[in-house]
Structures are given as structure tokens and as C-alpha cells.
């Protein structure tokens, strides 16, 4: 971008005043060029002389300034002013909730709210989240269509009813959970692809559709959807928690194919947020704003997605490390080295041995640090790809590598990845919990926090694994812990938050995919700061006036401790 040498104030001013003669000329001119000439009067010059224009000019100049100088004063004054605290929202009585309840009954049908005690468990308390709580939601609605969301959002705005969007529900962070009860929404009912357009590679969808039955249903068209996060995920909360996934190294995050939303807002108002050309530099960039924002700011309701074109080959091979910060290393030179990899992954010793025994795949893999990689684009540079990358990994000691030709083979290796969180949940004795979380940090330091938090996490003594998307710098602690030892969770919680810290004083971030949610709420006011966050409470505040979208997520409702 090229740079401009700032010249004096007054310059500016000079300049400014000459742009804006020259402009009011040239409208003078369109104006007249298409209406009758205008007669002007001529003022008299005798009275306008020289000496009384300089005169008025330095009278008007001196009162703009004295003027310009007593309003700054006065709004650095009001600036300098404590502001006032933001006031708690207050929710409904139970008389009001149960009345909404009724009128959403009336509004959607009878059987479109549920208060059932079984289903409200479910949409308030996950088993493979590291943060559950005990306040569950009062009812749960399912919406078809986006009226009917509008009609949901009203409904809960009359009476000051919280409400929480739930999509698929395999968040990590306590993300759909109800701290302040309301009205969970599940979309499960809005599960359409609503047009594909192979000719602009791009498909517009709701929000319950799975990205895995989204790629199964246009294969033939020669397109898919590149954002791979666990497999049972749906679009809507991907947008949410604004997820990626193993493939993020080569095609970037959800943030990055999400053409445009449409919301509905706490009013119930709907908008789209933009039209679906891939660019524009029309107004704000309002898809990025509710892209991540966890149902705080509105409900999203439909999503306009990018594709891209299936390669022509894909490929999976396997390299094998004396230690994980071999492994790592080796990741970092080969990024360095622009070798443009579909995805990277790591796994330890541990998640190894959670592969084998998963028993997904016919070989025994060796439990010792490893590199899986996926390859992808012809078969000319598949192959070329692979051989270079061969090369470096033997340059960074790796022991072995090898390269998966057969098709089912690679598929049911990439499967054990990709489910490997559940591979660990099953297996968990009776009373036993998973914590799993994520960082991310830049490349340079990758290295170095896998190797620390791996030792802390080992001198837990604890059946704990470290995997994760290691080419875009960005890892995984997954810790197994007897939930009824309240000093054990304790020692797991510590790890965690330590390692969360440690990627903060690398510059990197506490959460890569997984969101902020209730889990990382401290950690993001570390990472971002009071000033920041304050931003982001605005901009909730301003869409969201009564705090009822998602309340006390990503930061705390007002008044909440």
C-alpha cells in the first residue's frame, strides 16, 4: 500500500477549502447543464472592499476557534467522566414464562415447544463439554422457517426471555448451555439445502444441515464444502463457534466460506447481512461479525456457502518422531518450506494407542509421536508432494514413513482422526470425564509449547493425549479424570489454564476453534483486554438491548458474577 507524507494543518485546510470550491463549481455546472440558466446578482464592489473581508474573515475565523475549543473541552470533560455501569438485565417471572410458553404454543403449534424434562437435560448439558452447569432451559422450540424464528425471538423479547440457539450440539465450552434458563431454539427441523449453484460454486443452506451430509449430497456436481470439524457438527453451529478443522492448513477457517447470513435479530427483525458476489466492499462486514459470535448478537437462519472443486487425488501418509517436539519441528520446516499440504495433524504417543485400540483401521500403527498427512490436487503433484515432504521429515529424525495408497485404507486412518475424541470417550471407566481443549500460537513458538505442555500434562499421571491441526499452529489437550475427585479436577484444571496462559505470553490465542462459551470467558479478557471486550459489549448491547441473545457467553451479562 503506498504512503502519503502527512504536509501541516493548515495545508490540509487549504487544501480541503479548494476541493470543496472546485467541487461546489462543478455541481454548479451538472445542475446547470440540465436546467434553465440562473440570473445572479452582482454585489455591489464598492461596500465588499479588501480590508472588510480580511476583517470579517479574522472576526468569524476566531469565534469558529474559541467556539471549536469550548465544545473539545467539554467532550474530553464527559470522556474523562466514570461511565455508568451497565445495568443487569431482568429476566421473566415464572408467570410470564409460562405465559410465552403458551403463545409459542399457539404461535408454532403444540408440538413445536417441549418442556419435558428428558429433552431439556439434552439442550442444557453435554458429556463431551469440560463445562457443564446445573440451570437448564425452561423449554426448547423447533422452528421450520425463519418466520418462525422471527416469531420466537418477539415472543422472548415481550416477555425478557433469554434465548439459546442449539445446533448439533457438539461444542466444547458450554456454548448452548442455559446459565439463565429461557427458550433453547434447536433447528434440528431446519435441515434444507436450499439451492446449489455449481456454476457460482456456492450453496445456500439452514442451519441443521451436517457438513459431512452436505458434502454426500452435491459429490456429484464435482464440488464440497472444505470445513471438516468433528463429524457430527452442523452448519449453523460452525457459524456460531466460527470452527475449522484438519483440513484449515490448506482452506482456512468457516470465517473464510461463509458468503453471507441471514439473521434474525433480538427484535425479531430479519436481515442479510450482504448479497452473494465472492467480493464486496459494500458497507460493514456485518457476515463476519455474527460468524463466531455464539448466538450473542442474533439467529442465524440461512447460510450462503463457498465450494471448492474436489481434487483429482487425495492421499494420506504417516511419519513417526523420537519425541513430539521432533514432530512439531518438522511440521514448522514444512510450512516454512511452502509445500502446499491439505492438512497436518499430530498425535502423541497416547492418541496412537487410542487409534489402535478404536480398531478402525486393519494396521497396527506404531505408538510413538507422529505426523499424519492428507495431500491433495493431481496426481503429478501429489506425488511430488509427498516425496518433498519425506525428505524434510527424515531431515527432522523421523523414523519411519509411510505412505497410504489404498483408498479405504485412507479413509478409515482419517476417520480415526477425525473421531478421536469420541475413541477417547469410549474409553472412560464409570465416573471418568474428558477435558478437551485448544490454543493456538504462531509458527515460531509451536515447538516450544507442544514440548512444555506435553511434559506437564504426562507428569499428571493421567491418561492424556496431545493431537491437533499442528500446520496452522493450533493443538489439542485432551485429559481423562475421575469426575468425583474434586482434587484431581483441580490438578487437570490447573494444566489446562496453564498451558492456555503459555500460549498467551507466545502471542498466540485461547481458543483456535473451539470458542469462548462459558469455559474461556477469563482467558479471552487476558487475551483481548477490558478496552476490547468493552467494544464487543457495545456492539451485543446495541443489537441486543435487553441482553437476552445467549446471555453470558463469551463475556459476562451485566451484573453477572
Known amino acids: 500500500m ?25 455541481s454548479n455546472v451538472r445542475w446547470q447543464s440540465t436546467a434553465s440558466p440562473t440570473i ?32 473539545t473541552s467539554s467532550f474530553l470533560r464527559s470522556s474523562n467522566t466514570k461511565p455508568t455501569a451497565p445495568i443487569a438485565p431482568v429476566y421473566a417471572t415464572k408467570t410470564k414464562l409460562e405465559t410465552a410458553i403458551s403463545e409459542l404454543r399457539t404461535l408454532l403449534g403444540e408440538d413445536a415447544v417441549s418442556t419435558d424434562d428428558e429433552v431439556l437435560h439434552d439442550h442444557g448439558y453435554s458429556e463431551w463439554s469440560s463445562i457443564n452447569i446445573e440451570t437448564l432451559p425452561v423449554a426448547v422450540a423447533y422452528p421450520r422457517t425463519t418466520a418462525d424464528v422471527q416469531e420466537i425471538a418477539r415472543c422472548c423479547t415481550r416477555h425478557k426471555i433469554p434465548v439459546v440457539p442449539y445446533s448439533g450440539g457438539s461444542s466444547l465450552e458450554a456454548n448452548f448451555s442455559a446459565p439463565f434458563g429461557g427458550v433453547s431454539v434447536d433447528f434440528v427441523y431446519m435441515d434444507k439445502i436450499i439451492a446449489l449453484r455449481p456454476d457460482d460454486m456456492d450453496v445456500t443452506v439452514q442451519p441443521a444441515v451436517g457438513w459431512m451430509t452436505l458434502n454426500e449430497q452435491i459429490k456429484e456436481s464435482g464440488l464440497f464444502f472444505p470445513v471438516d470439524p468433528g463429524p457430527s457438527a452442523m452448519i449453523g453451529g460452525m457459524v456460531g463457534t466460527g470452527c475449522s478443522g484438519t483440513n484449515a492448513v490448506r482452506y482456512g477457517t468457516m470465517r473464510d466460506w461463509v458468503v453471507n447470513l441471514t439473521v434474525v435479530l433480538a427484535d425479531g427483525t430479519s436481515i442479510k447481512t450482504r448479497r452473494r458476489p465472492r467480493k464486496t466492499a459494500a458497507g460493514y462486514n456485518l457476515t ?47 510450512m516454512r518450506a511452502g509445500i502446499p499440504i491439505a492438512a497436518m495433524e499430530i498425535m502423541d504417543e497416547v492418541q496412537m494407542n487410542v487409534v489402535n485400540r478404536a480398531g478402525s483401521t486393519k494396521k497396527k500403527w506404531a505408538e510413538t509421536p507422529t505426523l499424519m498427512f492428507k495431500f491433495s490436487g493431481t496426481p503429478a503433484s501429489v506425488a511430488e508432494h509427498v516425496e518433498q515432504v519425506k525428505k524434510l521429515s527424515k531431515g527432522n529424525k523421523s523414523g519411519s514413513f509411510e505412505f497410504t495408497a489404498d483408498e479405504a485404507e485412507q479413509a478409515a486412518l482419517w476417520s480415526a482422526r477425525k473421531e478421536s475424541l469420541w475413541s477417547m470417550l469410549a474409553l472412560r471407566k464409570a465416573g471418568e470425564e474428558v477435558w478437551s481443549t485448544d490454543v493456538a500460537v504462531p509458527m515460531s513458538r509451536l515447538a516450544d509449547i507442544v514440548e512444555i505442555s506435553k511434559k506437564e500434562m504426562d507428569e499428571l499421571g493421567l491418561f492424556a493425549s496431545i493431537l491437533g491441526h499442528i500446520g496452522d499452529g493450533n493443538f489439542h489437550e485432551s485429559i481423562m479424570y475421575d469426575a468425583k475427585d474434586p482434587e484431581q479436577r483441580k490438578r487437570v484444571e490447573e494444566c489446562v489454564y496453564r498451558m492456555v496462559d503459555r500460549a498467551l505470553e507466545m502471542e498466540g490465542t485461547c481458543t483456535g476453534e473451539h470458542g469462548i462459551g462459558i469455559g474461556k470467558k477469563g482467558s479471552l479478557v487476558k487475551e483481548l483486554g477490558v478496552d476490547t471486550i468493552d467494544v464487543m459489549r457495545k456492539l451485543k448491547a446495541s443489537l441486543d438491548p435487553l441482553w437476552i441473545m445467549n446471555p453470558g457467553k463469551i463475556f459476562d451479562a451485566p451484573g453477572e458474577t
Not at 46 to 60: A, E, H, K, M, Y
Request: overall charge positive; glycine content about 6%.
Open 40 to 71: 445572479h446578482r452582482q454585489i455591489p464592489s464598492q461596500f465588499w472592499t479588501t480590508g472588510r473581508v480580511l476583517l470579517l474573515s479574522t472576526f468569524t475565523g476566531s469565534l469558529a476557534y474559541l467556539l471549536g475549543i469550548n465544545d
Open 2 to 26: 503506498s504512503t502519503m507524507r502527512s504536509g501541516s494543518a493548515t495545508t490540509r485546510l487549504i487544501a480541503a477549502v479548494r476541493y470543496t470550491r472546485r467541487s461546489h463549481r462543478t
Open 288 to 334: 463476519s461479525l455474527f460468524v463466531g459470535s455464539e448466538g450473542t448478537l442474533g439467529l442465524v437462519t440461512e447460510i450462503t456457502l463457498k465450494l471448492a472443486v474436489i481434487p483429482q487425488k487425495t492421499a494420506v501418509a504417516l511419519a513417526t518422531f523420537p519425541s513430539i517436539r521432533d514432530a512439531a519441528s518438522t511440521s514448522a520446516a514444512i
